[in-house]
């Protein structure tokens, strides 16, 4: 749908989830683009810490995957002690969800049962909805934020902070029609990132400010607003037309 989408989920999928398993059913029961990136979005998020469930999801795919993995490389992926791991095992070798073949004392291979598969499936929707509820919540407090600003006249804004925050904010005005805002571009200090594109949004210098005709500047950093804003300050930028996603 847009530009950099796949490069983007490569970026922000990187601990607790196996975000092919949730794309695909994201896929598969007809979500948009937005709601499959958002869904991996949220996988990939500190808030997000595994429970009893995930971990059983977890326990379940990586056997599913590799029928010869031990207790100590699933512990080590679900960050528990190996203890647990024999312990949640043993209990959905009880439940029928997996069976294990003993060579010997060191050697053990376990198998996912269509039982464990269907029940992997079940998580996997499960996990999906709820990430999905989340996402609707932020986006309507984001969609929120946006009309404020344009009801205070703001219709063609600069960004100031070409990371993850710009992404979120044009993935949201990009995919809602009935935003009125156009984001003319986006102000980065870093020189490598300047002259190069986001979502199709230019990355502009701060010197490059008055080469565009625009109502004001939205900071789309959290990491450094106390340091945008004081670089827009000391550059005489007028201070009615700085807004702030955090305040």
């Not at 599913?64 to 002690?81: H, L, P, S, Y």
Request: hydrophobic residues 40%.
């Amino acid at each position: 749908m847009w530009k950099g989408f796949v490069s983007l989920f490569e970026k922000i999928t990187k601990i607790w989830i196996y975000p092919c398993n949730l794309l695909y059913l994201a896929i598969k029961y007809n979500y948009s683009n937005i709601e499959q990136w958002m869904v991996l979005i949220l996988s990939d998020n500190n808030f997000f810490k595994p429970t009893v469930l995930y971990k059983e999801f977890m326990i379940l795919d990586l056997i599913e995957k590799n029928k010869d993995i031990t207790q100590r490389v699933i512990a080590d992926q679900i960050g528990v002690a190996v203890s647990m791991i024999n312990a949640y095992i043993e209990k959905f070798e009880n439940k029928g969800l997996i069976k294990k073949k003993k060579h010997s004392t060191k050697t053990v291979e376990y198998f996912v049962t269509k039982k464990g598969l269907e029940r992997k499936k079940v998580l996997n929707i499960s996990y999906l909805n709820a990430s999905l509820k989340v996402y609707k919540s932020a986006k309507e407090n984001i969609v929120e934020f946006l009309d404020q600003i344009i009801k205070n006249g703001f219709k063609k804004i600069l960004l100031y902070g070409a990371g993850e925050v710009a992404e979120i904010l044009l993935q949201s005005i990009s995919t809602d029609d009935i935003i009125p805002l156009e984001v003319l571009a986006i102000i980065d200090d870093n020189l490598h990132k300047q002259n190069q594109y986001l979502f199709n949004t230019k990355i502009i210098s701060l010197d490059s400010v008055s080469n565009y005709n625009h109502d004001g500047i939205l900071i789309s950093s959290y990491t450094n607003k106390s340091l945008i804003l004081e670089k827009l300050i000391n550059y005489n930028y007028d201070k009615n037309k700085i807004l702030q996603f955090f305040e």
